[in-house]
């Protein structure tokens, strides 16, 4: 009995620390030093929720910058979505990442690939096909990757200045604002994030 009653107030004192204490410790220092971070680094305009910096949209309206493709439309859908069809099935299969995993031989690839680049050319006249970065006709691993390529948001000024009436130079100067370098100045490449360069432009054209 002795060696059970131990055993008994060691998993309870265990599971107090574990699984309040700590947590709420945890939770505590998160709030406070990274407030931003752990509430999911949420995107606020004209005081309403817009998005998260860590999660891309999709973009079409060609005023606005596109974003990398999404094989799970970044987890978006709509209330249509939820619905049932004629056999039964639901086409929102709830809360998902990831990609398709299709290899370069894949015919379903080969041409979802050649639609992004023939769409892609037609509302950029002035880009030549081997000009496309290859970040914008291919999906990420997670398929919410919120960021650009330097040279696929430059490759795109052209098209938005048309559409929006910004100047290229102006928006040149936006896309070097939110330009970020390598983490931690190693790992990864330049690269921009389209939300934020899109509410910029969005809040110019409110004006």
Known sequence: ???????????????IICG???PLFITGV???????????SIITSNGKVVGSELI????????????????????????A??????????????????SQNLGPSNK??????????????????DVKKEDIPTDLLTSSGSGLDPDISLKAAEIQISAVSKGTGISKKELQKIVDKYTEGRSLGVFGE???????VNLEIASILNK
């Not at 998160?30 to 999911?40: P, S, T």
């Not at 979802?112 to 769409?119: A, H, L």
């Open 1 to 15: 009995m002795k060696m059970l009653q131990k055993a008994l107030r060691l998993s309870i004192t265990l599971m």
């Open 20 to 22: 309040i204490i700590y």
């Open 30 to 40: 998160g709030q406070v030093l990274f407030a931003k971070q752990a509430n999911g």
């Open 56 to 79: 891309g949209q999709n973009f079409t309206d060609p005023r606005f910058f596109r974003g990398r493709v999404s094989s799970v439309n970044y987890n978006t859908y709509t209330q």
């Open 81 to 98: 979505d939820t619905k049932p069809d004629e056999s039964g099935k639901v086409a929102y299969s709830g809360v998902s990442s990831g």
């Open 108 to 125: 379903a690839l080969k041409e979802r690939v050649q639609k992004d680049i023939d769409d892609f050319l037609k509302t950029h006249p």
């Open 190 to 196: 330049p690269r921009i994030n389209v939300l934020k």
